[in-house]
C-alpha cells in the first residue's frame, strides 16, 4: 500500500517535472518561428487615390449639392434661398481657365450664395477638383 501511494506521488511529481521542462524549451522557441517576422512586411499595398479620384471625392462632398452631379447646376433650394447654380458643362465654364474656378472655390461668389471654400479644400484638392470637372463632366 505504501510502495503504491509513493509511485503515485512519484509518477506525479515525474509528470510535473515532464511539464514544466516542456514548457521551458517550448517557451523560447516559439519566437524564432519565421513565419511572425514576416507578418508585417507584407501589408496590403494601398495605392494612393488619385488626383481624379480626390477631385471626384471632394467634388462629391462640396459642389454635387448646389452643381449637381452632372455639374448641369440650376435652381437649389438651400437654408431657405433659391439659389442658381451655374452649369459647369456649358461651353462658357468650357473655355474658363483653371486659375478662374481655382478663384472662385477660394472666394466663393457671396451675393449669388455660392460658398468659400478655403478652410474645406487645399490647393491641391482644388486643382483636383478642377482637374474632374474638365474630364468627367466637360467631356
Ligand atoms: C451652396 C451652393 C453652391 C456650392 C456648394 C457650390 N457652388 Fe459653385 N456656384 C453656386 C452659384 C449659385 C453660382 C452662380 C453664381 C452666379 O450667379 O454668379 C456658382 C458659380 C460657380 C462657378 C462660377 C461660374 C462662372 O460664372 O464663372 C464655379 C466655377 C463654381 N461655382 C464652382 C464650384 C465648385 C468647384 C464647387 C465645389 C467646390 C462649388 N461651386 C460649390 C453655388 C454653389
Not at 511572425?36 to 501589408?43: D, L, R, V
Not at 471626384?56 to 433650394?77: I, L, P, S
Amino acid at each position: 500500500m505504501r510502495l503504491v501511494k509513493f509511485f503515485v506521488v512519484f509518477a506525479f511529481a515525474a509528470f510535473l517535472a515532464v511539464a514544466c521542462n516542456t514548457q521551458q524549451t517550448g517557451g523560447p522557441a516559439s519566437p524564432e518561428t519565421p513565419a511572425t517576422p514576416e507578418a508585417p512586411s507584407s501589408p496590403e499595398v494601398q495605392e494612393p487615390p488619385s488626383e481624379l479620384e480626390i477631385g471626384k471625392a471632394k467634388y462629391t462632398e462640396y459642389c454635387v449639392k448646389c452643381h449637381k452631379e452632372d455639374g448641369t447646376g440650376g435652381e437649389t433650394e438651400i437654408e431657405g434661398r433659391t439659389i442658381n447654380a451655374d452649369d459647369l458643362t456649358s461651353d462658357k465654364m468650357k473655355a474658363e481657365p483653371d486659375e478662374e474656378y481655382i478663384e472662385y472655390m477660394v472666394k466663393g461668389i457671396p451675393d449669388e450664395g455660392m460658398p468659400s471654400f478655403r478652410d474645406e479644400l487645399s490647393d491641391e484638392e482644388m486643382k483636383a477638383v478642377v482637374r474632374y470637372i474638365r474630364e468627367e463632366l466637360q467631356k
